[in-house]
RNA sequence: GCGCCAAUAGCUCAGCUGGAUAGAGCAACAGCCUUCUAAGCUGUGGGUCUCAGGUUCGAAUCCUGAUUGGCGUACCA
């Protein structure tokens, strides 16, 4: 709507230049190439609502821009439709004030039809978008890395979804390889037979125990990794006792991660196993090897030469036949593509592993792979904490579950704190949905290509740019929407009139939920989730200081109050309707 | 060595396809709760946008080079 408004105003202004270019002799193709007319906002809300700079023109006018802003507004004002008002030139830019009355008047209507559903595209409409995230390893429990991936996967599904995209959520469990096997030998040595039941820890941490007792032994015990690597022979043959043992510890450690997906908000349509798949990605490399597209080297690895995108040689299989993590992601997504046909799929996997995908994607084109092409690494930024990396050595890993255990209990303190018990009903419900839009607003706001410090302190903290703030808005506009419930049959007869809507805040809050479709087809076409936190923080500032300045329901006169819940009703509305896009909980009260 | 990426306030981050005096939060300081929840609001201070060139009417933004940092360049994942 807003996107309409701008573009009436720009080829207004347009047919404007090419009159004056006309009646100077001046070609019109050289007005058109001298570039297009940008439409950029005013520094200020005083100066207007959009400003069109001029300068391009200044040369092939032969004048200066401040002169060809003056020409227009002249020739403006003569245009059938054009309130002089709305005009302002400003130097070498041409300002319009735009109608916000109008405006305000159809974003009732659109936001009150569209409800949930206002703010969506229909930008990737009948795009199947396959979309994998999380993939976690079955040795030990999700940590702040995952929590970033997971905010981030999450959020772009529903993104895509908001842009009528149908999104196939897909997590890769990675629950084979050497790494698996270290915490099943040091659970064998080790344990005396412990159970999540028995010893009261959850079932990731458990493994996860037993994963760092390995590498403490493998310190004393220099055949510990010897042990390790049969135990893989073993696994790849099937041998019963070890495959025992595999499901079961699997089946903790899936069952913990579960529970911390809960928490966070995270859900998947499939799961897939890299024990399901590597075989296929092995056939699918002696397959390449016949067509010629791969060669076996003298030790009987197989390769394939890089040089098409001019980088090294890489293996695919190593000489004992076994598969390689590259061999597993070639299975993985030929069994996906023929589960699920997808129009694309986006891998969400931090940035390091930038170059495995430049040839995953090239080795499946090779292959004869037509879909190869539209395959996309989201590739994000690592996750540092205010110290450096984190290193599990050094045990400065944190813990995911630990994290969130540490924000809920210090959003019940502070429900305590604030006497607010009572209001919030189910003090506990409560307090993890404000640890979880904390977490997710955290992780989500930087752009997600760019590495991040987390700062946990920080990330704890409730004050300023944070998720609870955002969540304090909603809750706000809704106690004041439920006090509107009891006292609006007393207003049934007052029309809404949103030329009441004058000041400066209101203008803006208008122009913002105008803006919002714009914005959600953005951070669609970008992969980006930090366009919409940003703009949540915009808009929950802007009604923050209004609301302060400004009485909602003890307005002058009953049309104000009228006009006023409408643009509330309108803000808490898109308020949702961003907090669903980024993990943010939407409560009544808080 | 080579490749990819980043560099903006003391700290953490925004800054749209180049456009008007570069913005937030935190931290510091000063105000505001008989008034719709103070998880709030307002104000003050704080910047040679790493450096050097170039393109342009105009560069934090684009190009080149340098510096610093990160990641990768494994028969790990």
Known sequence: MYQQVKEYWKNLIEEQLHQIAQEKGVDASLVRAAGELAVNTTPSPDMGDLAFPLFPFAKVLRTS???I???IVKRLKEVEGVSPDSLLPSGPYLNVFIDIPQLARSLRESVCAEGDEYGHTDLFEGKRMMVEFSCPNTNKPLHLGHLRNDAIGESISHILKANKAEVEKVNLINNRGIHICK?????????EGETPESSGIKGDHLVGKYYVRYAAWEKEDPSALIQAQQMLRKWEEGDEEVMDLWNRMNRWTIEGIEETYRKTGV???SYYYESDTYTLGKDTILKGLEDGIFYRAEDSSIWIDLEDIKLDKKVLLRKDGTSLYLTQD????IQRHEKWPFDSLIYVVASEQAYHFKVLFHVLAKLGYQWAGNLYHLSYGMVNLPEGKMKSREGTVVDADDLIASLTAMAKDEIIAKNREKEVGDID?????IARGALNYYLLQPSPTKDMIFNPAESISFNGNTGPYLQYMGARISSML????VMKDEYGDVPFEPSLLSVQDERELIKMIALWPSLVAQAAREYNPSIITSFLYDLSRTFSRYYHDHAVLKGESRELIVARVALVTMVLQVLKNAYALVGIPFLESM
């Open 183 to 191: 915490s099943m030998l040091a659970y064998q040595k080790f344990s």
């Open 429 to 433: 419900d409560v307090s993890e949905k």
């Open 482 to 485: 439920a006090k509107w419930e």
């Open 267 to 269: 859900s998947f349509d």
């Open 330 to 333: 070639i299975g993985t997504a």
């Open 69 to 71: 802003a003056q020409e």
């Open 65 to 67: 821009p401040q002169n």
